[in-house]
Nanobody, 123 residues
Framework: QVQLIESGGGLVQAGGSLRLSCAAS????????MSWFRQAPGKEREFVAT????????NYADSVKGRFTISRDNAKNTVYLQMNSLKPEDTAVYYC????????????????WGQGTQVTVSS
């Protein structure tokens, strides 16, 4: 079965950086979109960034463009989210997700999800 395990969350001051990792296993992910979503307390889960496993094409939410970078290491089956210039509004649980059929921003199209990792940004 597909398993996605996030790591790298923590507490950081505004303006700081964190790198999240998503270790993927259970299958090869060619043709998959690998993405990050986040969910703050009392809010809906929202799209953050996506990367096509096969060709590396990326897309980002407007709120994180220029600050976050998604990448992947095919040999390690790992997806990363480098988060720079963090803001308090970035505070959320961050989830890794995988979807067959190519990159998409729509939550409903992702059958595979990790357990999430907490990111807290203090002012």
């Amino acid at each position: 079965q597909v398993q996605l395990i996030e790591s790298g969350g923590g507490l950081v001051q505004a303006g700081g950086s964190l790198r999240l990792s998503c270790a993927a296993s259970g299958r090869t992910f060619g043709g998959y979109a690998m993405s990050w979503f986040r969910q703050a307390p009392g809010k809906e889960r929202e799209f953050v960034a996506t990367i096509a496993w096969s060709n590396g094409r990326t897309n980002y939410a407007d709120s994180v463009k220029g600050r976050f970078t998604i990448s992947r290491d095919n040999a390690k089956n790992t997806v990363y989210l480098q988060m720079n210039s963090l803001k308090p509004e970035d505070t959320a649980v961050y989830y890794c997700a995988a979807a067959p059929g190519g990159a998409t921003i729509y939550r409903r199209e992702y059958p595979y999800w990790g357990q999430g990792t907490q990111v807290t940004v203090s002012s």
